[in-house]
């Protein structure tokens, strides 16, 4: 990310860095995927938790910061208003399929699955209906969320290269220090599974999806 400032803003680090805390959480969830498609028990705590700290952490803090930056953006580089104008367009959709995930969730881990033996291991077989549509749920957001935090990177890039010092300060003032219940220093127990989670994820080796 180069900078006229000669260091990155704090404030542009900090959304960079929740992007990438945010991609460990759609790796998590691909992960569980696995597990279902594998017959593996599946700890639904997790996903549950994934839902809530986006849905509180982004609404509160993320896209606050988001919005001051690139309102900035757009009073000092013009030409970035239709970049900025699709990236709140995606903030609907990314919120709307996060509703349609959260759905599908409900519906499959609210069933029973059947044990089945299969060789030597029992698997725990979903209903069919409720697992394809759960999976194209997270497909969705999943593809979304990535496509999204690529298209803002590319525009912080920008922010970056035209915004002020003061410009920079001035977001900074604006913003109360958003609490970061599971990356952050106020970390909170309703989170320990998914934070478990993401450790787990953290050690295998990365797949390209
Ligand atoms: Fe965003
Ligand atoms: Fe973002």
């Not at 569980?32 to 938790?49: H, K, S």
């Not at 609404?59 to 030409?79: K, V, W």
């Not at 903030?91 to 409900?106: P, T, V």
């Not at 290269?161 to 609490?179: F, P, Y």
Request: aromatic share 8%; net charge negative.
């Amino acid at each position: 990310m180069p900078t006229a400032l000669g260091k990155v803003p704090a404030a542009a680090v900090r959304l960079h860095q929740d992007h990438y805390n945010f991609l460990k959480l759609l790796n998590v969830l691909r992960h569980q995927q696995r597990l279902l498609a594998a017959g593996a028990p599946v700890n639904w705590d997790i996903e549950r938790g994934a839902i809530s700290f986006y849905r509180r952490y982004i609404g509160q803090f993320h896209h606050r910061l988001e919005d001051a930056i690139y309102e900035t953006l757009q009073a000092r580089a013009p030409e970035a208003a239709a970049q900025v104008e699709n990236i709140h367009r995606e903030h609907r959709s990314c919120s709307e399929l996060l509703e349609c995930f959260e759905g599908a969730l409900i519906l499959i881990s609210g069933s029973t699955p059947v044990t089945r033996k299969s060789g030597e291991h029992l698997r725990q077989v979903y209903d069919q209906k409720l697992y394809d549509h759960y999976c194209f749920q997270l497909d969705e957001f999943v593809a979304r969320e990535r496509r999204h935090m690529s298209d803002e990177e590319a525009l912080l890039s920008l922010a970056v290269e035209h915004l002020s010092a003061d410009d920079w300060r001035s977001i900074s003032q604006q913003l109360s220090e958003g609490d970061d219940e599971l990356f952050g220093e106020k970390r909170v127990a309703r989170f320990d599974r998914l934070r478990e989670a993401i450790f787990a994820a953290d050690q295998r080796p990365q797949r390209v999806e």
